[in-house]
Every structure is written in structure tokens, then in C-alpha cells.
């Protein structure tokens, strides 16, 4: 089954502890991108890239980041989360050439 | 800088009633604009609109865009609970494959 997968779905950690999200797609898209999702102000796009080795910051990139060593997989990174990053987070692929983004379920992230 | 404001904010209805939902856009040369729907997860594809004019369908949900005056309009007939859901909008623009989304329109149909 074509599909985004991110892990884990649920976190809640506390200030400074350095964590990982990972995010894999099975659907050899060579666009990936990260969002996190707060009320009231839609998704907005923290990292993205457009192939391997590729990568390019969105409008919130402040406190993340991220890799691309392999084409399937696009980890976000916060090295010293704080509480502002508590927020849904959402990994993205899609075609270079396409504009439909498949999205994975959500990884939901509380930092106290 | 890219806009896309989504109207209105949230919306509540009873099953049976047509909504109207509603995605303007200032931004410099518009490519496509695409229509998503989230219920408690992830945002799943709806729509991609390019042409002003043709109108895009898929069940009791239609899309049309608007090029000359900037916007498109999602209507839902006959809403139905299973349509309570974030509509999401997204804008692609100049030469780039990065979108820019609106706020959303949260939708709750009561039965």
C-alpha cells in the first residue's frame, strides 16, 4: 500500500531533550516536506527537499532540523525542543514534477 | 509574500443543508490551486483546479476557480456528518513546488 508512515504518533517529552521524528514513503517521491499544524493558523511548512541530499528551509525552519541521506526517509530533528514547538506535525512526498502531496497521519508532539 | 485567506473560518450546519466554502489568493503567477479535506488526521486530496471555469466534481462535492478574480469556491450538497472536516487550501505559485496554505475552514455538520 502506497503510503507516508511517521513515528512515533504520539510524544510528549520536556524542554531540551533532543528527539527525532522519523518519516518514510514507499511511493519513490522525490519531494518531502515537514508542517506543523497550530489552531487557527493552518499548516505552515518548517522544511522541505527535492531529492536526496537536497534540502531547503520552509517559513518556520527556526529550532528544526533535518537530513536526507536516503530517498525514503526525511527525519525532523529538534536538537533542544522548547515548549513553543509543542504542535501537530505532519510529513508530506510527493512527484518533483506533481502538486498532489500525500500526507502521513500526524505525529502529535507536547514539550513541557 | 504569497496570500491565501480561507473563508469563513468555521461553519456549522445540519445534514441536508449545501455549504459554500470559500479560497482567495494574491500571489504571483498562479500555477494551481488544490482543495484538501482533514477530518482527525492526516489532510487527504480533494481537488486541483488550474483553468478558470471547469468545474471539478466528485459526489455531492464540486470546485470551481475563479483566475480573473482570484478565488475558488468549494460547495458540499446535502452535507451529511461524515463531511464535518477541515477544508484546506493550497496555492502553488511562480516557479515553485512549494505550496502556500490557507487557515482552513472547519466544517462541523450536525445531524
Known amino acids: 500500500e502506497a503510503q507516508v508512515t511517521q513515528n512515533p504518533r504520539y510524544l510528549i517529552t520536556v524542554t531540551g531533550k533532543k528527539l527525532t521524528v522519523t518519516c518514510s514513503q514507499n511511493?519513490?517521491?522525490?519531494?518531502m516536506s515537514w508542517y506543523r499544524q497550530d489552531p487557527g493558523l493552518g499548516l505552515r511548512q518548517i522544511y522541505y527537499s527535492m531529492n536526496v541530499e537536497v534540502t531547503d528551509k520552509g517559513d518556520v525552519p527556526e529550532g528544526y532540523k533535518v537530513s536526507r541521506k536516503e530517498k525514503r526517509n526525511f527525519p525532523l530533528i529538534l536538537e533542544s525542543p522548547s515548549p513553543n514547538q509543542t504542535s501537530l506535525y505532519f510529513c508530506?512526498?510527493?512527484?518533483?514534477?506533481?502538486?498532489?502531496?500525500?500526507f502521513g497521519p500526524g505525529t502529535r508532539l507536547t514539550v513541557t | 509574500e504569497d496570500k491565501v485567506v480561507q473563508s469563513p473560518l468555521s461553519l456549522v450546519v445540519h445534514e441536508g443543508d449545501t455549504v459554500t466554502l470559500n479560497c482567495s489568493y494574491e500571489v504571483t503567477n498562479f500555477r494551481s490551486l488544490l482543495w484538501y479535506k482533514q477530518e482527525k488526521k492526516a489532510p487527504t486530496f480533494l481537488f486541483m483546479l488550474?483553468?478558470?471555469?471547469i468545474e471539478k466534481k466528485s459526489g455531492r462535492l464540486s470546485s470551481i476557480l475563479d483566475k480573473k478574480e482570484l478565488f475558488s469556491i468549494l460547495n458540499i450538497t446535502a452535507t451529511q456528518t461524515g463531511d464535518s472536516a477541515i477544508y484546506l487550501c493550497a496555492v502553488y505559485a511562480g516557479g515553485s513546488y512549494i505550496p502556500t496554505f490557507g487557515r482552513g475552514t472547519s466544517l462541523i455538520v450536525h445531524p
Open positions: 511511493m519513490n517521491h522525490e519531494y
Open positions: 488550474t483553468s478558470s471555469g
Open positions: 508530506a512526498s510527493k512527484f518533483r514534477g506533481s502538486y498532489e502531496q500525500y
